[in-house]
């Protein structure tokens, strides 16, 4: 499953995939959808309203509008938490794993052929070297040690 995520701290070259996570961000212009998607999304049930990375790229894909993991210069620093999330799938007896696969599920007929990775490497990104990755882990421990000295812990 680890070949399957894809890390912009790790590629060298853009890469198009089928959903995006917010695990490092996502920009979204407001032009990439209309008011429809606010008629499905009170037609849709209520564990696929959760997993909302899931939903906007399933919206995405609906309007024929390409994701990509585009490089980053390292990794990114962890400010958010989905304890909330996961707290209120156990309160409403859901969990992710399940309402993910509804969501993929509910958009079946919208997602773009060929497009997902396969497992024999046809279309895997291409990856940086390791002495980049290695170089850019280093950066990334100074910015993580400034943030930490800038704003503490989080």
Same mark, same amino acid.
């Given at each position: 499953?680890? #070949? !399957? ?6 590629? $060298?070259?853009? @890469?198009? &995939?089928?959903? /995006?996570?917010?695990? @490092?961000? @996502? ?14 999304? %009170? *037609? ?6 959760? &997993?909302?990375?899931? =939903? /906007?790229?399933? *919206?995405?894909?609906? *309007? %024929? ?11 990114? +620093?962890? &400010?958010?938490?989905? !304890?909330? /999330? ?6 409403? #007896?859901?969990?992710? /794993?399940?309402?993910? $696969? !509804? ?6 007929? +919208? =997602?773009?052929?060929?497009?997902? @990775?396969?497992?024999?490497? *046809? ?6 070297? =390791? ?6 882990? =280093?950066? %990334? ?7 930490? &000295? ?5």
């Amino acid at each position: 499953m680890a #070949r !399957h995520i894809i890390e912009s701290p790790y590629l $060298s070259d853009a @890469y198009r &995939v089928g959903v /995006l996570t917010a695990n @490092y961000a @996502y920009l979204i212009r407001p032009s990439f959808f209309d008011a429809q998607i606010y008629l499905d999304f %009170n *037609q849709i049930p209520n564990d696929i309203r959760r &997993v909302d990375d899931i =939903w /906007l790229n399933g *919206q995405a894909a609906k *309007q %024929n509008i390409a994701r990509y993991v585009i490089p980053s210069c390292c990794s990114h +620093i962890s &400010v958010t938490r989905t !304890h909330v /999330l996961e707290d209120y799938l156990v309160r409403n #007896r859901m969990n992710r /794993l399940a309402a993910n $696969s !509804h969501a993929l599920q509910w958009f079946k007929t +919208i =997602w773009e052929n060929d497009l997902w @990775y396969k497992f024999d490497g *046809q279309n895997e990104p291409n990856y940086r070297s =390791w002495r980049m990755i290695i170089y850019r882990e =280093w950066i %990334n421990i100074i910015f993580n040690f400034k943030f930490i &000295v800038y704003f503490g812990f989080i």
